[in-house]
């Protein structure tokens, strides 16, 4: 019975802690500026197949749903190359959002990128082309946080637009996010300290 109750205590802390952390992930190297516009990036994942993966569905989904209602002039950049030779994740996320989101708003495609810094430095003339008030990263907690730490080393100037997207809520993908915050400490370890400061 206490071996049990041990159990459930542990796996109800590991839940807390991984929800916690992934929060607290989502509220780093953002300010709390608003505009007219804004551009929300959305990061691909490896897709080998012919249609985007769960992961990058989820994506999409945040990506959409981070679309500010007052602003009156959004567009929504998916980023990523192809996988294996395939179709570039940028398009699959396109395809997905248009075709089952329903999406209709403007959206550009940065369809080179391999890694995270590539990602970072080809949306980059896109974020100038499209000039907005505010600039947002959905993906996955620590992975947004990394993507937006590079946009702050490559260019400071566009990395003051950054607000927060809506790419945590809690509850959301809860039973993984223990998972999640490991990977995430793993993924984050080469940041600078003066990169995890919250800004609030």
Same mark, same amino acid.
Not at 1 to 13: F, K, S
Not at 66 to 75: I, P
Not at 148 to 167: G, I, K, M, S, T
């Given at each position: 019975?206490?071996?049990? =109750?041990?159990?459930?205590?542990?796996? &109800?802390?590991a839940l807390a802690w991984g929800? #916690?952390?992934? #929060?607290?992930?989502?509220?780093?190297?953002?300010?709390?500026?608003?505009?007219?516009?804004? *551009?929300?990036?959305?990061?691909?994942?490896?897709?080998?197949?012919?249609?985007?993966?769960?992961?990058?569905?989820?994506?999409?989904?945040?990506?959409?749903?981070?679309?500010?209602?007052?602003?009156?002039? =959004?567009?929504?950049?998916?980023?990523?190359? /192809? =996988?294996?030779?395939?179709?570039?994740?940028?398009?699959?996320?396109?395809?997905?959002?248009?075709?089952?989101?329903?999406?209709?708003?403007? &959206?550009?495609?940065?369809?080179?990128?391999?890694?995270? #810094?590539?990602?970072? =430095?080809?949306?980059?003339?896109?974020?100038?082309?499209?000039?907005?008030?505010?600039?947002?990263? *959905?993906?996955?907690?620590?992975? /947004?946080?990394?993507?937006?730490?590079?946009?702050?080393?490559?260019?400071?100037?566009?990395?003051?637009?950054?607000?927060?997207?809506?790419?945590?809520?809690?509850?959301?993908?809860?039973?993984?996010?223990?998972?999640? *915050?490991?990977?995430?400490?793993?993924?984050?370890?080469?940041?600078?300290?003066?990169?995890?400061?919250?800004?609030?």
């Open positions: 019975m206490l071996r049990r =109750t041990g159990l459930a205590i542990a796996g &109800v802390a929800e #916690w952390l992934n #929060w607290r992930w989502s509220q780093v190297l953002v300010g709390d500026g608003r505009g007219a516009s804004e *551009a929300v990036v959305v990061l691909g994942y490896r897709n080998p197949q012919a249609t985007a993966n769960l992961i990058n569905r989820w994506r999409v989904r945040a990506g959409i749903r981070s679309c500010a209602e007052g602003a009156h002039a =959004t567009c929504v950049i998916f980023s990523g190359g /192809a =996988t294996g030779g395939g179709t570039a994740e940028a398009k699959l996320m396109a395809d997905y959002a248009k075709s089952v989101l329903g999406f209709d708003g403007t &959206v550009l495609l940065e369809d080179r990128s391999a890694t995270t #810094w590539e990602n970072i =430095t080809n949306v980059i003339p896109l974020l100038e082309d499209v000039d907005v008030d505010c600039i947002k990263i *959905a993906s996955q907690p620590a992975h /947004a946080l990394k993507a937006r730490a590079y946009l702050r080393r490559q260019r400071p100037d566009l990395a003051e637009r950054l607000v927060r997207a809506d790419d945590y809520r809690p509850g959301e993908w809860m039973v993984v996010k223990p998972l999640l *915050a490991l990977y995430g400490l793993w993924t984050l370890r080469g940041l600078k300290a003066n990169e995890r400061k919250v800004l609030l």
